[in-house]
């Protein structure tokens, strides 16, 4: 399987600061045929399940806003949120899906400073 | 807008079978190339996929859980269930129902979650 690692485990930003979460995985997730990362991330707020914000390591799911970006390749990527807003508080997780099993990384919350 | 709800017992008792299924609406669960799956949360932990269907009946089973789990379609309700054998403490979370755009490909839609507690 591969092992989805993130850092920090958690993070505390002020209001309109910009937040980097960073995942690393075990192997790389680059389909070298496409030229794609197998690399999402997500965001789950208390009592909500996950909501889908980026794919491919970098491109946005329809509606989310453009503070979220992704980045990276091969083994280790990041998302950032560029300005932290209430609304952001949360846990993100990314997810590999270059091989079965799915495997998600364990999460880093993130919280108003 | 596609909307996905799990539902079955909140309880089972040790060594029993857990049962959920999950119902589709706004969509058809027969369409193309989307996957549906399970995943599951223990409270206060991460994310686990348990397995996924395509509509033609391939499935696939993380195989930590492969020996005890069936995943199962049943296109005339535009359903999908998932059954778990032999379950103890550890099986205890919210388990999600959730439509993956594809093979090896995230997952986009997802149910609100069930909480299933193992305990006698």
């Not at chain 2, 190339?33 to 994310?47: A, D, F, T, V």
């Not at chain 2, 979370?93 to 093979?103: E, F, K, N, P, V």
Request: proline fraction near 5%; include cysteine.
């Amino acid at each position: 399987d591969i092992v989805m690692t993130q850092s920090p485990d958690s993070l505390a930003v002020s209001l309109g600061e910009r937040a980097t979460i960073n995942c690393k995985s075990s192997q790389s997730v680059f389909y070298s045929s496409n030229n794609k990362n197998y690399l999402a991330w997500y965001q789950q707020k208390p009592g909500q399940p996950p909501k889908l914000l980026i794919y491919w390591a970098s491109t946005r799911e329809s509606g989310v806003p453009d503070r979220f970006s992704g980045s990276g390749s091969g083994t280790d990527f990041t998302l950032t949120i560029s300005s932290l807003q209430a609304e952001d508080v949360a846990v993100y997780y990314c997810q590999q899906c270059y091989s079965i099993p799915l495997t998600f990384g364990g999460g880093t919350k993130v919280e108003i400073k | 807008q596609l909307q996905m709800q799990e539902s079955g017992p909140g309880l089972v008792k040790p060594s029993e079978t857990l049962a959920l299924t999950c119902s589709v609406s706004g969509g058809s669960i027969s369409s193309g190339s989307h996957y549906w799956g399970w995943i599951r949360q223990p409270p206060g932990k991460g994310l686990e996929c348990i397995g996924t269907i395509h509509y033609s009946g391939s499935t696939y089973y993380n195989p930590s859980l492969k020996s005890r789990v069936t995943i199962s379609v049943d296109t005339s309700k535009n359903q999908f269930s998932l059954k778990l054998t032999s379950v103890t403490a550890a099986d205890t979370a919210i388990y999600y129902c959730a439509r993956q755009q594809g093979w090896e490909q995230p997952f986009d839609y997802w149910g609100q979650g069930t909480l299933v507690t193992v305990s006698s």
